[in-house]
């Protein structure tokens, strides 16, 4: 694994299903992201984790839950997905959370809610 | 509520000329500055940080900034058809250790040969 990697690469789910993103980064960074990226609103942050053990609501938490078990690995989980979560999902990691903390993004995994 | 705001774009620039983008932000007490290129189905990928008043440049990019005016923007050089992409404008509120990025929407460069 070279970065971060995200799983699947896009996935179709109907309405109330339980959905898990899965999110792993090999760089050792302390601090990962979960974004959602829709047209004309941008990249939106979903939760976040300074570290692991902790997370964090970030502007668009609702319908979402995250967990931060180890470094490496930063699953979403939709509990009972709805249309309106229908967007790209990006995880993104930096090596501290604070100061200059640059961000490197994963693939994304592009989700369809019917 | 932070903002960061960019013009949508498109912005159309001939090959070989010079692309200025610009971005704004209303927090004053921001740190840290970043540029993300996006082509189009893919993920952002960093290309440029700044963190102190003036230019830094790479290669073919230059940010500028001036945290006085709140404005932060990149100039790419000797443009390329490669170029082309979104170009995402963020910045890091550096008022503690639970900062976070908050990204503009984006303008959309095409670059014309």
């Known amino acids: 694994i070279a970065g971060i990697t995200q799983a699947p690469t896009s996935q179709i789910l109907a309405a109330g299903r339980r959905m898990t993103l899965r999110c792993t980064q090999d760089?050792?960074?302390?601090?990962m992201y979960w974004y959602r990226q829709d047209l004309g609103l941008g990249l939106r942050l979903i939760h976040y984790?300074?570290?692991?053990?902790?997370?964090g609501k970030g502007e668009v938490p609702d319908g979402y839950s995250v967990s931060r078990a180890n470094t490496d690995d930063f699953p979403l989980t939709l509990a009972s997905a709805v249309p309106s979560q229908t967007s790209v999902y990006f995880c993104?990691?930096?090596?501290?959370?604070?100061?200059?903390?640059?961000?490197?993004f994963g693939p994304g995994t592009r989700l369809t809610v019917l | 509520q932070k903002e960061v705001e960019q013009n949508s774009g498109p912005l159309s620039v001939p090959e070989g000329a010079i692309a200025s983008l610009n971005c704004t932000y209303s927090?004053?007490?921001?740190?840290?500055f970043f540029w993300y290129r996006q082509y189009s189905g893919k993920s952002p990928e960093l290309i440029m940080s700044i963190y102190s008043n003036g230019d830094k440049e790479d290669g073919r990019f230059t940010a500028q900034l001036n945290k006085a005016s709140q404005y932060v923007s990149l100039l790419i050089r000797d443009s390329q058809p490669s170029d082309s992409a979104t170009y995402l404008c963020a910045v890091a509120p550096g008022y503690s250790s639970a900062s976070k990025i908050i990204f503009g929407s984006g303008t959309r460069l095409s670059i014309r040969p």
């Open positions: 927090d004053r007490v921001s740190q840290s």
């Open positions: 993104a990691s930096s090596l501290t959370s604070g100061d200059y903390n640059e961000q490197f």
């Open positions: 760089m050792r960074h302390n601090a």
């Open positions: 984790s300074n570290t692991a053990g902790t997370t």
